[in-house]
């Protein structure tokens, strides 16, 4: 069978919509930077933006998306709720949009399942979490302003309960976490599969300054293809099912990290990635005023 063609590639989410496989994460990317990027991205082929209230590049993520000629139906973008708007669901999207200058965005995502108090970042509500937030989500695909809502950073133990909730009718349609070789939640993937929930990979090249690129058992990997490490990894993740958005603001980097079809990583090498000991973790939840990791996603 001949390998795919990952650049055209879609993933169908529980509610038939297509979210394409490979996107541009804009996390940690500078305003002056972010605007070049995305127009760098959908110029070279991409047709998937992700972006977040919480990165306060919004405006700057509109601007590339206008400047690249690309059409708006084109494109596939998400956006996320931020921890301080969860009382403020109404809000926090008609936000998003005029800073996007966009009529709706294709995913909306609550970025973290803490409901923070926005007079204080060190506390949490003590009248409000994230299952009321959703409740509140739920009702926002009926305005056509948001095509799809799921979730992010959200664990095993707060899936569940968000499901066990009374008011719980939508199934997230994605749930975007951190996965790389050396952060691969293996039962977390498996429990969203189960679920009909797709995964988006952050950080899926290891973030900033990653340990990944400097991995003897990636290089060997990558020089015997002749590939980059971050091309291996986004194909790691492409090949379980997930959904990648390598961050870069480098137009060479942004191109060949899209550089994926006619290729892929065979079941050996896949399993041999598989089966990097190394953990790491990017993100952690200790700056956060609730814990939403658990380690229930190994």
């Known amino acids: 069978m001949a390998p795919k063609t990952w650049t055209k590639e879609t993933y169908t989410l529980n509610t038939g919509a297509k979210i394409p496989a490979i996107g541009l994460g804009t996390w940690q990317s500078k305003p002056n930077e972010v605007r070049e990027a995305v127009k760098a991205a959908l110029q070279a082929g991409y047709r998937h933006i992700d972006t977040a209230f919480a990165y306060g590049n919004e405006n700057e993520v509109g601007q590339g998306i206008k400047d690249s000629g690309v059409p708006r139906e084109d494109i596939w973008l998400t956006t996320k709720l931020d921890n301080p708007w969860h009382k403020r669901v109404e809000e926090g999207i008609n936000s998003s949009l005029k800073s996007l200058g966009v009529d709706y965005v294709d995913l909306y995502l609550m970025h973290w399942p803490s409901s923070t108090d926005p007079n204080d970042l060190k506390k949490h509500y003590p009248d409000w979490d994230f299952r009321d937030t959703w409740a509140e989500m739920q009702k926002l695909p009926e305005s056509g302003r948001v095509r799809n809502i799921g979730v992010s950073n959200f664990a095993i133990k707060n899936l569940e309960k968000l499901f066990a909730d009374k008011r719980f009718k939508t199934v997230p349609a994605a749930n975007q976490i951190e996965l790389h070789p050396n952060n691969p939640s293996l039962k977390l993937v498996q429990f969203c599969k189960d679920k009909d ?65 006619g290729w892929e990583l065979t079941d050996e090498e896949f399993k041999h990635i598989d089966s990097m000991p190394e953990r790491f973790k990017v993100c952690g939840d200790g700056w956060l005023p609730v814990k939403v990791f658990f380690g229930d996603d190994e």
């Open 197 to 261: 929930i797709h995964c988006t990979a952050y950080s899926c090249l290891g973030s900033t300054d990653s340990p990944l690129y400097n991995n003897e058992t990636l290089k060997k990997l990558a020089d015997a293809k002749g590939k980059t490490v971050q091309q291996v990894l986004l194909m790691w993740g492409l090949q379980r099912g997930t959904s990648v958005i390598p961050k870069s603001v480098t137009a060479s980097r942004i191109q060949a990290n899209f550089e994926l079809d």
